[in-house]
């Protein structure tokens, strides 16, 4: 019984840590910061036991943008997104993706270019874990006008059944892009989610990131809203 009441601790511990930081890092800013909302609808096609697909689609929408918290801009749409994965699992507990994605930015602004994604993938969910860990790598190849960003990511992340039918989820990425005609650029991502898996074969989603972009040169600030609807074939 004690070891019980300790893992249930040590769970709690960790995700209040992600709130804390989620909320207090963006209203400490004196920065240039943003409050975005990104819906996504996907669907998951399950070949066999080893093959899954997934077909989605974004839109991202800026509902507000300060700098040293003052407001600079309200309601903007950025882009409208498109995306695909096959996934392959390895085992019970790793599987390997190849991702595309399409993002059409001149729809809302001409002096934006779209952009096109490749994203290789690896998957690790290791089941003795009792934080319910798993890890993300991701190397990308982002093609913009002339020249392509890579970038190479890192995300680990824990999750905690609150029922059978909800859960909750943390999580943290670092990120850094090269490319031959911008400086290195380092990223780090904080996450955090409820899912809800009430209805047969669709998952939703509601989360909550926070975004330190390019921290050692010039410092943007994001705030993610995430909504998203998972439906399963």
Do not use: C
Not at 98 to 121: A, G, M
Not at 181 to 190: D, I, S, T, V, Y
């Amino acid at each position: 019984m004690i070891q019980k009441a300790k893992k249930s601790y040590s769970s709690s511990t960790y995700l209040l840590l992600f709130t804390f930081l989620l909320f207090y890092l963006p209203l400490h800013s004196q920065d240039t910061h943003a409050l975005l909302l990104e819906p996504v609808v996907r669907v998951v096609i399950n070949d066999t036991d080893s093959w899954s697909y997934s077909f989605g689609v974004a839109h991202r929408g800026i509902l507000l943008e300060t700098y040293d918290k003052k407001r600079i801009n309200g309601y903007n749409t950025e882009h409208l997104e498109f995306n695909h994965y096959t996934r392959y699992r390895i085992s019970g507990s790793s599987a390997v993706a190849l991702r595309f994605r399409y993002r059409i930015n001149t729809w809302f602004n001409e002096s934006r270019t779209n952009e096109q994604r490749i994203i290789q993938e690896y998957l690790l969910v290791p089941g003795s874990s009792f934080l319910n860990l798993w890890h993300r790598a991701r190397f990308e190849q982002r093609f913009v006008d002339d020249f392509t960003i890579f970038r190479g990511r890192y995300r680990i992340g824990i999750t905690q059944a609150l029922s059978q039918e909800f859960s909750i989820g943390a999580s943290t990425e670092a990120l850094y892009s090269l490319s031959s005609k911008l400086k290195p650029q380092p990223e780090q991502r904080f996450m955090l989610s409820l899912e809800n898996t009430s209805i047969d074969d669709l998952d939703l989603n509601v989360g909550l990131e926070y975004r330190l972009d390019n921290y050692i040169r010039d410092p943007v600030r994001h705030t993610f809203i995430y909504t998203s609807a998972t439906i399963y074939l």
